[in-house]
């Protein structure tokens, strides 16, 4: 079955911090804690349990917040009023702690556009670090719980070192590097993880403009740049 994850404490604060001919600039603070894993227990030491962001929203449209985007047609409709006026989410920092010690810092900037499977273009880079600590962690658990209920935990810590590259300049440091192309590609570090993200039920990988179903995302999910509830602005 599909993963339910809950959270003790959620906090998103979110400011207007200028608006330019219709267009707002958004300041975004949120934090999370408390973060657990009902359906898949074996990742509990990798799933983070705090989150930390902070990220500014530029040239969200006014006339975003007017559409009913409860269809098809009004996500494509608020996508596209976000496209035209060139939404982007810069990403200032994102700080990630999971109980395995596994830590995770990024920044990153994506443009909106209506290329499926992520309807951004830009770049996110994330560092991992404690990975040798969190995998000696997993490695001594793993012979006290057994190998069904840690193995999964360590493959996947062992699959996320695969794909990282190390940070020449900081020793114990893993660099991803997440491209998403105009074209709708994604690559970690050069190497194309388009098929994974279809995997994962990120849309279609053709390249085309088929829209999700469903409520938009809210940040930091990186597909449109959309902005998190706000109180309506007084005219």
């Given at each position: 079955?599909?993963?339910?994850?809950?959270?003790?404490?959620?906090?998103?604060?979110?400011?207007?911090?200028?608006?330019?001919?219709?267009?707002?600039?958004?300041?975004?603070?949120?934090?999370?804690?408390?973060?657990?894993?009902?359906?898949?227990?074996?990742?509990?030491?990798?799933?983070?349990?705090?989150?930390?962001?902070?990220?500014?929203?530029?040239?969200?449209?006014?006339?975003?917040?007017?559409?009913?985007?409860?269809?098809?047609?009004?996500?494509?409709?608020?996508?596209?009023?976000?496209?035209?006026?060139?939404?982007?989410?810069?990403?200032?920092?994102?700080?990630?702690?999971?109980?395995?010690?596994?830590?995770?810092?990024?920044?990153?900037?994506?443009?909106?556009?209506?290329?499926?499977?992520?309807?951004?273009?830009?770049?996110?880079?994330?560092?991992?670090?404690?990975?040798?600590?969190?995998?000696?962690?997993?490695?001594?658990?793993?012979?006290?719980?057994?190998?069904?209920?840690?193995?999964?935990?360590?493959?996947?810590?062992?699959?996320?070192?695969?794909?990282?590259?190390?940070?020449?300049?900081?020793?114990?440091?893993?660099?991803?590097?997440?491209?998403?192309?105009?074209?709708?590609?994604?690559?970690?570090?050069?190497?194309?993880?388009?098929?994974?993200?279809?995997?994962?039920?990120?849309?279609?990988?053709?390249?085309?403009?088929?829209?999700?179903?469903?409520?938009?995302?809210?940040?930091?999910?990186?597909?449109?740049?959309?902005?998190?509830?706000?109180?309506?602005?007084?005219k």
């Amino acid at each position: 079955g599909k993963n339910t994850l809950s959270v003790g404490n959620l906090q998103m604060k979110n400011k207007i911090a200028n608006i330019s001919n219709k267009l707002l600039t958004i300041n975004v603070v949120g934090s999370a804690d408390g973060i657990k894993s009902y359906n898949a227990p074996a990742f509990t030491d990798i799933i983070p349990q705090t989150a930390n962001l902070t990220a500014t929203i530029r040239n969200m449209p006014m006339e975003y917040f007017t559409i009913n985007q409860s269809t098809q047609e009004g996500q494509q409709k608020a996508r596209a009023a976000q496209v035209a006026a060139g939404t982007q989410i810069q990403i200032d920092s994102l700080d990630l702690n999971s109980p395995s010690g596994l830590k995770a810092t990024g920044t990153g900037l994506l443009t909106a556009t209506n290329v499926s499977p992520t309807y951004n273009t830009g770049n996110v880079t994330i560092n991992l670090t404690n990975m040798a600590d969190a995998i000696a962690k997993l490695q001594t658990q793993m012979g006290k719980n057994g190998m069904a209920n840690t193995g999964p935990a360590m493959m996947a810590i062992m699959m996320l070192q695969g794909m990282g590259q190390a940070a020449p300049d900081k020793p114990g440091q893993t660099v991803y590097n997440i491209n998403f192309t105009p074209d709708g590609q994604v690559t970690i570090n050069g190497q194309n993880m388009t098929v994974l993200t279809k995997m994962l039920g990120m849309g279609k990988t053709d390249g085309t403009t088929a829209p999700k179903t469903g409520a938009t995302p809210s940040i930091p999910t990186p597909t449109a740049p959309t902005a998190p509830a706000m109180t309506p602005l007084k005219k």
